[in-house]
């Protein structure tokens, strides 16, 4: 048999088996092109939200740095409500660690322990849940439980 032959075979055995199966592919085709559109949702909305986040954190204006003056615990109130209002997003993160270095240099460390208990149990898996721990140790330090600390 001639090759041109066998491949115009093979090209009218496909037509005729797509035209045999084609609501089965319409329908598989059309769930691919549904759930990929679902997935793009999905992933748009994540990104939108972090961008939000982002946005928030960084609206927050940080008081000057005054000498040998404290922060006091009304400075932490934004980051915390950022937090409150982003949860799950690596901003909201971020705005709970720096809500409790506040609250630690505001010698608020039983607050300050309570934002970097809520960080630890919110984001485990956090590459800076270790600043959160040392953060908690701190506090139970100044604070006068050593033990605990340790």
Do not use: C, M
């Given at each position: 048999m001639?090759?041109?032959?066998?491949?115009s075979?093979?090209?009218?055995?496909?037509?005729?088996?797509?035209?045999?199966?084609?609501?089965?592919?319409?329908?598989?085709v059309s769930v691919i092109v549904v759930i990929g559109a679902a997935?793009?949702?999905?992933v748009w909305h994540s990104n939108?939200?972090?961008?939000?986040?982002?946005?928030?954190?960084?609206?927050?204006?940080?008081?000057?740095?005054?000498?040998?003056?404290?922060?006091?615990a009304t400075d932490a109130q934004p980051y915390i409500?950022?937090?409150a209002d982003h949860p799950g997003t690596a901003a909201g993160a971020r705005a709970l660690l720096i809500?409790?270095?506040?609250?630690?240099?505001?010698n608020q460390f039983d607050q300050a322990k309570?934002?970097?208990?809520?960080?630890?149990?919110?984001?485990?898996?956090?590459?800076l849940?270790?600043?959160?721990?040392?953060?908690i140790a701190a506090s139970l330090e100044a604070q006068g439980k050593a033990a605990e600390a340790a």
């Open positions: 001639d090759k041109a032959v066998s491949e075979a093979d090209f009218y055995n496909l037509v005729a088996w797509l035209h045999k199966n084609r609501q089965r592919l319409i329908i598989i997935y793009g949702i999905y939108y939200t972090e961008a939000q986040a982002n946005e928030a954190l960084s609206s927050v204006k940080t008081p000057p740095e005054r000498e040998g003056v404290l922060p006091s409500k950022v937090a809500a409790g270095g506040i609250l630690f240099d505001a309570a934002q970097f208990d809520k960080f630890i149990s919110e984001y485990p898996d956090s590459p849940a270790i600043q959160a721990s040392t953060g």
